[in-house]
T-cell receptor, first 114, second 113 residues
Framework: QKEVEQDPGPLSVPEGAIVSLNCTYSNSAFQYFMWYRQYSRKGPELLMYTYSSGNKEDGRFTAQVDKSSKYISLFIRDSQPSDSATYLCAMSLYYNQAGTALIFGKGTTLSVSS | DVKVTQSSRYLVKRTGEKVFLECVQDMDHENMFWYRQDPGLGLRLIYFSYDVKMKEKGDIPEGYSVSREKKERFSLILESASTNQTSMYLC????????????FGDGTRLSIL
């Protein structure tokens, strides 16, 4: 089973708010976890990439992985209007000897108002 | 920075036409991928390639084929376009090392009339 669950939103917050975006998954074979940001009419761009359980911080962004609960989160501190986008979680799954594929959540649309 | 370039941002074709979508990456990545993205369905993998002339089916390969004659170029072919293939098509590339993140192009929005 490859399913990844992600609340599609939309999520609307005021500028400066702390945003929490979440994904759950059921397949314990997932190894690596990523968050992508996608602006309208653009391709997804990689935001965060992590392997182990715990937190990884990059500026205003923190990625959190809890493998025991099969739950990942992305926190955005001091949110800005420029953070308005769709956020996709992704998880890597070993496909076959050819390599791995990414399984994506359906994305959460975030709107930050000034 | 990794750059993945898709040849067209917008494309309009007619039912039954043979359609070619082109993708080029400049980072010498071994792996290349084609996805389609539809509202409410997310990204779905059509095909991927891990080497020149090699290809693997993804989750929804029906109605599509691919070609990888050179390492940097990966083409998606709609053999006989149908209206249900109207979608956003995204190309991505990654290093062969398993679990490396994928880097995406800006997509081709394809409309089949």
């Amino acid at each position: 089973q490859k399913e990844v669950e992600q609340d599609p939103g939309p999520l609307s917050v005021p500028e400066g708010a702390i945003v929490s975006l979440n994904c759950t998954y059921s397949n314990s074979a997932f190894q690596y976890f990523m968050w992508y940001r996608q602006y309208s009419r653009k391709g997804p761009e990689l935001l965060m990439y992590t392997y182990s359980s715990g937190n990884k911080e990059d500026g205003r962004f923190t990625a959190q992985v809890d493998k025991s609960s099969k739950y990942i989160s992305l926190f955005i501190r001091d949110s800005q209007p420029s953070d308005s986008a769709t956020y996709l979680c992704a998880m890597s799954l070993y496909y076959n000897q050819a390599g791995t594929a990414l399984i994506f959540g359906k994305g959460t649309t975030l709107s930050v108002s000034s | 920075d990794v750059k993945v370039t898709q040849s067209s941002r917008y494309l309009v074709k007619r039912t039954g036409e043979k359609v070619f979508l082109e993708c080029v990456q400049d980072m010498d990545h071994e792996n290349m991928f084609w996805y389609r993205q539809d509202p409410g369905l997310g990204l779905r993998l059509i095909y991927f390639s891990y080497d020149v002339k090699m290809k693997e089916k993804g989750d929804i390969p029906e109605g599509y084929s691919v070609s990888r004659e050179k390492k940097e170029r990966f083409s998606l072919i709609l053999e006989s376009a149908s209206t249900n293939q109207t979608s956003m098509y995204l190309c991505a590339s990654s290093q062969h090392d398993s679990n490396q993140p994928q880097h995406f192009g800006d997509g081709t929005r394809l409309s089949i009339l």
